[in-house]
DNA sequence: AATAAATTTGACTCAAGGTTCAATTTTTAT
DNA sequence: ATAAAAATTGAACCTTGAGTCAAATTTATT
């Protein structure tokens, strides 16, 4: 029923007066989640034991379970994460006289900054989820796949941005930012900035007319 | 030790008239690898069960082990059928006039149609493997990333691919290579030749200068 | 038809890893 | 200092699914 019961942190008491939301739990919560997140990133869900993400922290693998529900509920909050996170990306403010392909390089370059800077990682495995949290995770991919698509359409009405079929322009540029959370690594020497101006630039070529 | 072994079809006597090379086994056997592969694109390969393989050809699970020696060959086989598929493209004959960008069009055109219309996939779960299997099929990726690498820079001498570091020119497109593999469903209503001929054009005109 | 080889199966074993929980340690509040 | 709440743990439990094997069935051979 209430699935999300144990995502409260145990008060002691409600003290009305105090509202600021009791940080300690959450944030340890979050550590776990991040954590996971990395872990599943590099080495997949499966091979991910809770004791591998309990190891991470410090932690024991029955720690994990006074933060947690399961080990599904984590993978289904990395992806939560990540879609909240493109969210917000997708918010941003368009001046009035940005064309679309502008607009759109601007939200492809913060995607691929959330993906090489914050520990934010999208994942793939969404088949691992069960029946109503797969339905709620791939609505919300959609929902940002249709936005995505819909910035193209905008930038191809203004004649910023080539005719073409809207969803095999998305998919192909889309595949680049999924692709690099695969390869990509922090230490590595390729530096997320330099990623992200070069990333943009062949996305602006490969589309604009 | 010998860890192939069992690929050789059991053959009752040696007969050395009889060179035509058995099929029926090895027929079989390929077929449980790519239903296998079928299932592990879409489901991914913990959530597909030897249960699940055995099903889609109407075979118990332990029929399975009369083919293959354990679940994790299979996932091996499979990434080495995409990869020899892989060599197989990037052998194509390059024309004494043809420049880079139009030979690496090419391939890529035929990555993409190798993935929409056979039944090979590109699958990601490496570290499902162990070791030496793993350390094998990284190789091969990197042997193919290699040379696909090594056609950006040659086409940049030519001067018909744009400067720019050719590994990022590179993990743009494959991702969308990747991606595809993905997303792609032979019973949708894009069709294989479609998305070929508009994702060649996007890697081209994203690259070209 | 009889026999041998090839193929398939049902029933079982086994290990891995997710999950539970009562008990313990650590932290916070009085 | 003491008590209550929060956080953590070790040891068990339990489910799932990979792998085994002797026996049964199907297919090929003489």
Known sequence: MDANAHINPPLKDVAPEDLAPEPKFMVKRRAVILSAASAFRRRGYHNTSMRDI??????????????????EEILFEC????????????????APDENGLSYLSGVFRDFVTLLTQSGVSILSDVDSLGGERQAQI?????????????????????????????????????????????????????????IADHFTQQLQFGISR
């Open 79 to 94: 992806h939560l994460m990540a879609y909240d996170a493109m969210d917000d990306i997708l918010k941003r403010p368009q």
């Open 54 to 71: 309990g190891d991470i922290l410090g932690l024991t693998k029955a720690a994990l379970y006074y933060y947690v529900k399961n080990k």
């Open 138 to 194: 791939l609505a919300r991919r959609n929902q940002i796949e249709t936005a995505v698509m819909k910035a193209v359409t905008t930038g191809q009405t203004d004649g910023s941005i080539r005719a073409g079929d809207a969803r095999l322009h998305v998919f192909f540029f889309m595949g680049a930012l999924n692709w690099l959370n695969v390869w990509y690594d922090a230490k590595g020497r390729l530096k997320g900035e330099d």
